[in-house]
């Protein structure tokens, strides 16, 4: 990945997990478990990548929002029926 490509990677990044929570949380349908699974595995690795420098010049707020949203992914995967 180019410098510039992860610098608006970074940047969009807290947006975007922002906007995933407050969708999630709004489904009246709720989510499949499956679904959930696979995202948390996916943030997982973003959250990974982001631990072992993959990105230079990384704020701390963004690993701070990515670890939560991490977090909150594990316990609704566990927990599929609570908020």
Do not use: Y
Not at 1 to 10: I, P, Q
């Amino acid at each position: 990945m180019r410098n510039e490509d992860a610098h608006d990677f970074l940047e969009i990044l807290p947006a975007l997990v922002t906007t995933t929570k407050q969708r999630l949380l709004r489904s009246d349908d709720g989510v499949a478990s499956s679904e959930l699974e696979d995202l948390s595995g996916r943030v997982g690795w973003v959250l990974l990548c982001l631990r072992n420098g993959a990105f230079e010049g990384l704020d701390g707020n963004i690993l701070s929002v990515v670890q939560s949203f991490s977090d909150d992914l594990k316990r609704m995967v566990k927990h599929p029926n609570t908020q």
